[in-house]
Structure formats: structure tokens, C-alpha cells
């Protein structure tokens, strides 16, 4: 969905009619759509840059097993893919796999050769910023030390609506990667976004992965309220900058 103007509005910090209160709407959707299919529709034949492509070192190896490990099935869709990940360690054992498209570096920092290289279609950041204390900071930091090289960015992250959180307060206990250090809502994130000088283009509410049971069984009310999905995406670009229409 396109972000309405009554949110940029907001966004701005012009408040709605005299109000520090707004709404976001978000409309019915005729299917739900998949974290990891949106991500690799929207990069199908691109050059991307996939950020924190490594996951959590635990979790790599059950992945890979399982055939859902999101950086290697990017680079199979992918014209051509790098991965950039700050944890060494994981970068490490990941190419012990075999995985050898992925180097270890500081997207805030100059010096990644293999981003500044070329001109890169996209950057990919699935379910990182809410590990960032910063996240605008960050965003920004990104943007003036490689955006002149990336022409669009894919940004996902969980969703504090999302359907499954009633079962965890229901139970007066928050059940939470103990690394995170937000929880979003579509307008949050396009907050953050916007702070850090970015311009949103399209907003999507998504399953982080492929439906359960127990999604399954709420599909028509998660159709009619995709507000209740479990993760948010949205994409945008640096303000003034030429991009893509992918």
C-alpha cells in the first residue's frame, strides 16, 4: 500500500486538524503475503546487498537444513547478492557451509569494497532494526556512507499488533527475542524511517513466514485485518535520489 498523505502529514510532525493524534489506515488485502516471497519477488534478477544476512549463529545450521535459510535462497533469485553481516564469528561459519557471498563489515562505516564496487538495486535488512538501541541514527548513518551506490531499500520488522502477541500478554508475560530493542507498528516504522531522511514508497503487512494452523485458520480475518499480521515491510529511498519502480 501506498503511505496516505494524511501520514505524511503526520510524519512531519504537523499533526492532524490541531490533534497529536492520527490514524493509519490499513486496508483489506485479497492474500496474505510471505515475508521471505515478498522479499525475494521484489529482488527476482536484481543486485542486492542483503544486511545482517547471517541470523543468529544458533539458528544457521537448522536453516540451512530445513531449505528457509534467507540468504542463500536470495542469492538463488538474486542477479547477484552480498551478504554484510558485523558478527564475524557467524560470518565464519557460514562459509564453512559453503556460503561464500558474505563478508564481514559496518554499514555505517566506508570500506566495504564489495558494496562500492557498483550500483546496487537493493538493500535488504530483514528483522534487523529492532536489534538497533538507534535505529534513525543507524538508517542515516547507512544512507550518507553507501545510498550514493543503492538505489532502493527493503527494511522488515516485527509487528507489535501481530496476531500472536494476545496469546503472550493473556498469559501477563512477554515472550521476546532477548536482543530486540523495539516493537513497531506500521507508522512507527515509518517514523524511524522518515527520521533518518529516507522516503517511503510502499508499505506491506506480511506472515514472517510461511502460514501455521493456526494462521491458516484466521486467514479471512487477517485478509480483512492486516494490521494483526506479524511483520511489517516497507520500502523507500534517499530523498532526491533517482530509483526503481521494481
Known amino acids: 500500500m501506498k503511505i496516505p498523505g494524511i501520514v505524511y502529514d503526520a510524519l512531519s510532525g504537523k499533526g492532524v486538524n490541531g490533534s497529536i493524534y492520527g490514524e493509519f489506515p490499513v486496508p483489506p488485502v485479497s492474500r496474505i503475503e510471505i515475508r521471505p516471497n515478498l522479499i525475494y519477488r521484489l529482488c527476482a534478477e536484481k543486485r542486492v546487498i542483503h544486511l545482517g544476512c547471517t541470523d543468529h549463529l544458533p539458528l544457521i545450521d537448522q536453516r540451512i537444513a530445513a531449505g528457509n535459510y534467507i540468504h542463500r535462497q536470495?542469492?538463488?533469485v538474486a542477479s547477484e547478492c552480498i551478504g554484510v553481516d558485523i558478527n564475524a564469528e557467524a560470518v565464519a561459519h557460514v562459509h564453512k557451509r559453503g556460503i561464500g557471498n558474505v563478508v564481514?563489515?559496518?554499514i555505517t562505516k566506508p570500506g566495504i569494497k564489495?558494496?562500492?564496487?557498483?550500483?546496487w538495486d537493493w538493500i535488504v535488512i530483514p528483522d534487523v532494526i529492532e536489534h538497533i538501541p538507534n535505529p534513525a541514527a543507524f538508517l542515516q548513518a547507512m544512507d550518507a556512507v553507501y545510498g550514493k551506490y543503492i538505489s532502493r531499500i527493503l527494511i522488515t520488522v516485527p509487528?507489535?499488533?501481530?496476531?500472536?502477541?494476545?496469546?503472550m500478554t493473556q498469559f501477563a508475560k512477554e515472550v521476546i527475542?532477548?536482543?530486540?530493542c523495539f516493537w513497531f507498528t506500521p507508522y512507527t516504522i515509518c517514523k524511524v524511517v522518515h527520521a533518518a531522511g529516507l522516503e517511503i514508497d510502499?508499505?506491506?503487512?506480511c506472515s514472517y513466514e510461511n502460514p501455521s494452523d493456526a494462521i491458516?485458520?484466521?486467514e479471512q480475518?487477517?485478509?480483512e485485518y492486516p494490521l494483526l499480521m506479524n511483520t511489517v515491510a516497507l520500502t523507500a529511498h534517499s530523498r532526491g535520489a533517482e530509483h526503481g519502480t521494481s
Open 216 to 218: 491458516r485458520a484466521k
Open 159 to 167: 509487528n507489535a499488533y501481530g496476531n500472536y502477541l494476545g496469546g
Open 221 to 223: 480475518s487477517l485478509k
Open 104 to 106: 564481514v563489515g559496518d
Open 114 to 119: 564489495e558494496i562500492e564496487s557498483g550500483r
Open 202 to 205: 510502499e508499505l506491506f503487512m
Open 177 to 180: 527475542n532477548y536482543d530486540h
Open 74 to 76: 536470495l542469492s538463488y
